[in-house]
């Protein structure tokens, strides 16, 4: 069994056609699951075709698909809500309304909007966390509260510090197109919406860090 996580698309949905097709044809029929790490919207062009894209993968493989909530989404959802609208389109929420064909944030479809808000903050397998933003070194990763999970990058960035498992994140992209790879954690957030590349690590069950790194520009 194979884990792909895939890094931070925000609207990217060219490059996220892309690197499924590049993992699809890593995994070369081998059975495979997808975590997508959060901000699939906002900033980049078409976050509509990326959330159809990933809606469409979990209708097909329910048990083998999961997208996590980033701060990103969280803030569109807080728009819907009918607070810190103004925030949300000074970090590219404006785009996303775009792509969807609207101009207010309460004329997003009310299925898509739904699904956002069901997206979880914090997923787990054997051997790793994924999360969007971080986890509380202090509180560990399950008792890390929702806007640490989605927020936090200080003091998780620099603890060094070992949750018991990998921690593979996104949220905070890497200024030279790598993902920062650790020894307690995996960011691969690697700046697709501001020319990098869009990243998955490929991770199997022998260890909690990645054996591989497919990226596509």
Not at 43 to 69: F, K, W, Y
Not at 111 to 120: C, E, F
């Amino acid at each position: 069994m194979l884990t792909y996580a895939i890094g931070d698309v925000h609207g990217r949905a060219d490059l996220l056609d892309r690197l499924l097709a590049r993992i699809e044809a890593h995994r070369a029929g081998r059975d495979r699951r997808l975590v997508v790490l959060g901000d699939a919207v906002d900033r980049g062009p078409d976050s509509a075709g990326a959330i159809a894209t990933l809606r469409d993968l979990q209708a097909r493989e329910p048990g083998a698909v999961t997208c996590l909530m980033g701060n990103h989404e969280a803030m569109l959802l807080d728009a819907v809500a009918g607070t810190g609208r103004d925030l949300w389109r000074l970090n590219g929420g404006d785009t996303t309304l775009a792509s969807f064909g609207v101009s207010h944030p309460g004329d997003l479809p009310r299925d898509v909007v739904a699904w956002i808000a069901a997206l979880p903050t914090l997923h787990g397998d054997a051997r790793r966390w994924y999360v969007h933003g971080g986890l509380d070194p202090e509180r560990g990763a399950e008792g890390s509260d929702r806007e640490t999970r989605l927020w936090m990058r200080e003091p998780f960035l620099s603890a060094n510090h070992d949750f018991g498992r990998h921690v593979v994140h996104g949220h905070t992209p890497t200024r030279d197109g790598r993902p920062d790879l650790r020894d307690f954690r995996t960011n691969l957030d690697t700046g697709a919406v501001f020319g990098g590349p869009l990243t998955a690590g490929v991770f199997d069950e022998s260890r909690g860090k990645p054996v591989e790194i497919l990226a596509v520009r």
